[in-house]
């Protein structure tokens, strides 16, 4: 069995160290590039969102490198999310690649769905206790890196060195990514607090706060945002995003599983706004604005694929939220058209203008 599945930011690293621990072969999917997205575009139908084209287009990839099996997940509605991958297989099909799709549905409704297709996964001989240690690894893994993340989006709007913050985080990630052990992850811990240490930076620097929040593909995959989290350090903000792999597995497929209330805060702080579910991630686009206002953010912005339902839904609401917040806000719609030059205006404008925001609350308070 040669196994792929969608890359999206840091995550193919443990996800390939499962799958080998369970004895396939593994065709890691390649960073998603125009080439990629021109194959999703080619074959998608034409208002299939950004993720839809990309997956899609990572798919083409991986089947013509030799995979013959896509893992990916599932989804309920109304998010066209949960349908991705079923109509990625029959245009797959249709354009005549031979493979089998197995997709890992929500786990509240799917359980025994999940177990039997964990069990096709499973290619050698091992142990209950070997697959909970290798699982268990994989997210420890996947808990540093999201830590080096998030560090790394504090040192960025601080360093003297534009690019300097971003080639250390990439030397980091690629450290930690030769792990194979909870040893090696110690080290790695260690030299990844070595190597920012050594990124020049300016003292006494008071960054504008800036929250990134929106559809989950596009906020925390960086070519699908086209960077826009190392552009707003470069220009001087901490970027503070709502989703990382990890928090995200655990307030939804966890809490999914357990019946338990999964980003709470967030969806009850938009009831008074928006109290319907209508998928994705919408409804906690407004609330975290909300979270974000309260806690001194000078601003949000959403990140949000062209088309995207649940997204466009929430943007009618956030203009009023962040008003009556006092709150920034800047939404930027992305499709396979959306270029990178247009966006740096966009953010170098709204970095602007957050920075005049601040200057006059503060003379506001002098006076």
């Given at each position: 069995?040669?196994?792929?599945?969608?890359?999206?930011?840091?995550?193919?690293?443990?996800?390939?160290?499962?799958?080998?621990?369970?004895?396939?072969?593994?065709?890691?999917?390649?960073?998603?590039?125009?080439?990629?997205?021109?194959?999703?575009?080619?074959?998608?139908?034409?208002?299939?969102?950004?993720?839809?084209?990309?997956?899609?287009?990572?798919?083409?990839?991986?089947?013509?490198?030799?995979?013959?099996?896509?893992?990916?997940?599932?989804?309920?509605?109304?998010?066209?999310?949960?349908?991705?991958?079923?109509?990625?297989?029959?245009?797959?099909?249709?354009?005549?690649?031979?493979?089998?799709?197995?997709t890992f549905e929500p786990p509240s409704r799917y359980l025994k769905d999940i177990i039997r297709n964990f069990k096709k996964l499973v290619n050698k001989k091992v142990s209950l206790v070997e697959i909970i240690k290798l699982?268990?690894?994989?997210?420890?893994?996947?808990?540093?890196?999201?830590?080096?993340?998030?560090?790394?989006?504090?040192?960025?709007?601080?360093?003297?060195?534009?690019?300097?913050?971003?080639?250390?985080?990439?030397?980091?990630?690629?450290?930690?990514?030769?792990?194979?052990?909870?040893?090696?992850?110690?080290?790695?811990?260690?030299?990844?607090?070595?190597?920012?240490?050594?990124?020049?930076?300016?003292?006494?620097?008071?960054?504008?706060?800036i929250a990134l929040l929106g559809e989950i593909y596009v906020v925390m995959e960086p070519t699908a945002n086209l960077e826009i989290e190392e552009t707003l350090g470069e220009l001087g903000a901490y970027v503070e995003r709502?989703?990382?792999?990890?928090?995200?597995?655990?307030?939804?497929?966890?809490?999914?599983?357990?019946?338990?209330?999964?980003?709470?805060?967030?969806?009850?702080?938009?009831?008074?706004?928006?109290?319907?579910?209508?998928?994705?991630?919408?409804?906690?686009?407004?609330?975290?604005?909300?979270?974000?206002?309260?806690?001194?953010?000078?601003?949000?912005?959403?990140?949000?694929?062209?088309?995207?339902?649940?997204?466009?839904?929430?943007?009618?609401?956030?203009?009023?939220?962040?008003?009556?917040?006092?709150?920034?806000?800047?939404?930027?719609?992305?499709?396979?058209?959306?270029?990178?030059?247009?966006?740096?205006?966009?953010?170098?404008?709204?970095?602007?203008?957050?920075a005049r925001k601040r200057k006059k609350k503060r003379e506001e308070k002098i006076a």
């Amino acid at each position: 069995m040669k196994v792929t599945f969608p890359y999206m930011s840091n995550s193919h690293i443990a996800i390939t160290n499962i799958l080998e621990g369970l004895g396939n072969e593994v065709i890691p999917p390649p960073k998603p590039s125009k080439l990629t997205l021109s194959y999703g575009t080619k074959y998608a139908p034409e208002f299939a969102c950004v993720p839809f084209k990309i997956t899609l287009g990572t798919y083409i990839e991986t089947l013509e490198m030799g995979a013959d099996t896509i893992v990916s997940t599932g989804g309920v509605g109304p998010c066209r999310a949960g349908l991705y991958t079923t109509l990625q297989e029959k245009i797959l099909r249709n354009i005549g690649y031979e493979f089998e799709m197995i997709t890992f549905e929500p786990p509240s409704r799917y359980l025994k769905d999940i177990i039997r297709n964990f069990k096709k996964l499973v290619n050698k001989k091992v142990s209950l206790v070997e697959i909970i240690k290798l699982i268990w690894f994989a997210w420890e893994q996947l808990t540093l890196l999201d830590e080096v993340e998030l560090e790394s989006f504090k040192i960025r709007p601080c360093e003297v060195k534009r690019g300097e913050t971003t080639r250390a985080y990439r030397k980091i990630v690629d450290i930690i990514a030769q792990a194979k052990n909870r040893d090696d992850l110690k080290e790695a811990r260690k030299l990844a607090d070595k190597i920012y240490s050594s990124v020049d930076r300016y003292e006494d620097v008071d960054p504008l706060k800036i929250a990134l929040l929106g559809e989950i593909y596009v906020v925390m995959e960086p070519t699908a945002n086209l960077e826009i989290e190392e552009t707003l350090g470069e220009l001087g903000a901490y970027v503070e995003r709502t989703m990382f792999f990890t928090d995200y597995t655990i307030n939804n497929a966890i809490t999914d599983l357990f019946h338990l209330k999964g980003d709470r805060d967030a969806k009850k702080a938009a009831v008074p706004y928006f109290n319907e579910m209508c998928g994705g991630h919408g409804r906690e686009s407004v609330g975290n604005t909300i979270l974000y206002a309260e806690k001194g953010f000078d601003g949000v912005i959403q990140v949000a694929p062209f088309t995207c339902i649940p997204e466009i839904v929430a943007k009618s609401i956030l203009p009023t939220v962040a008003e009556e917040y006092g709150i920034g806000f800047l939404s930027i719609s992305i499709d396979e058209q959306t270029g990178k030059a247009g966006i740096q205006t966009r953010l170098e404008a709204f970095v602007d203008l957050l920075a005049r925001k601040r200057k006059k609350k503060r003379e506001e308070k002098i006076a």
